[in-house]
T-cell receptor
Framework: LAKTTQPISMDSYEGQEVNITCSHN???????ITWYQQFPSQGPRFIIQ???TKVTNEVASLFIPADRKSSTLSLPRVSLSDTAVYYC??????FGKGTRLHILP | DTGVSQDPRHKITKRGQNVTFRCDPI?????LYWYRQTLGQGPEFLTY????????KSRLLSDRFSAERPKGSFSTLEIQRTEQGDSAMYLC?????????????FGPGTRLTVT
């Protein structure tokens, strides 16, 4: 099962673009890459998912290089409410330790 | 549909007691997952079901843990002879197996404290 590695924490300011990268060197051919957001005392919430290249939805973009050994979640123009833990999930069930994102005013 | 629900939200028990948690998935979802999460860590996979069949179980899951999904709808997770190390948030999620992306919808979790 593919393991993931993410930065433990990141700080940014309101209105900035934030990029969080996840490494997954052992990703399997049929694994999708999914990102979740989690607030304290809540379950994780789906943000975005992709298989290769770029995926964009109303809240984020996901960039996946051709070798698929990493992925980058991009959050445009963050706000204070984006302060949360962000998890990269490869395949169905293996979560990383998450990145604690702290947005400053 | 109100999403995934879990009951109870909080449980305090004494070491050695048995506890049981319930999860009600989104009604049309046939996959159901259980995770455990401790403070500062990501969700740790425990087991998952497709309909009533338990398809995968983590090697980290000791014999004191058992999960069931008798009719392919709600699921229960039982912990026997609880230990202080079992204190954690227990999360349930559900998804559609026909959805190749396996997007999981999580419940609010059950927080277990073993004293």
């Amino acid at each position: 099962l593919a393991k993931t590695t993410q930065p433990i924490s990141m700080d940014s300011y309101e209105g900035q673009e934030v990029n969080i990268t996840c490494s997954h060197n052992n990703i399997a051919t049929n694994d999708y890459i999914t990102w979740y957001q989690q607030f304290p005392s809540q379950g994780p919430r789906f943000i975005i998912q992709g298989y290769k290249t770029k995926v964009t939805n109303e809240v984020a973009s996901l960039f996946i290089p051709a070798d698929r050994k990493s992925s980058t979640l991009s959050l445009p123009r963050v706000s204070l409410s984006d302060t949360a833990v962000y998890y990269c999930l490869v395949g169905k069930i293996i979560f990383g330790k998450g990145t604690r994102l702290h947005i400053l005013p | 549909d109100t999403g995934v629900s879990q009951d109870p939200r909080h449980k305090i028990t004494k070491r050695g007691q048995n506890v049981t948690f319930r999860c009600d998935p989104i009604s049309e979802h046939n996959r159901l997952y259980w995770y455990r999460q401790t403070l500062g860590q990501g969700p740790e996979f425990l087991t998952y079901f497709q309909n009533e069949a338990q398809l995968e179980k983590s090697r980290l899951l000791s014999d004191r843990f058992s999960a069931e999904r008798p009719k392919g709808s709600f699921s229960t997770l039982e912990i026997q002879r609880t230990e202080q190390g079992d204190s954690a948030m227990y999360l349930c999620a559900s998804s559609l197996s026909e959805d190749r992306t396996y997007e999981q919808y999580f419940g609010p979790g059950t927080r277990l404290t073993v004293t």
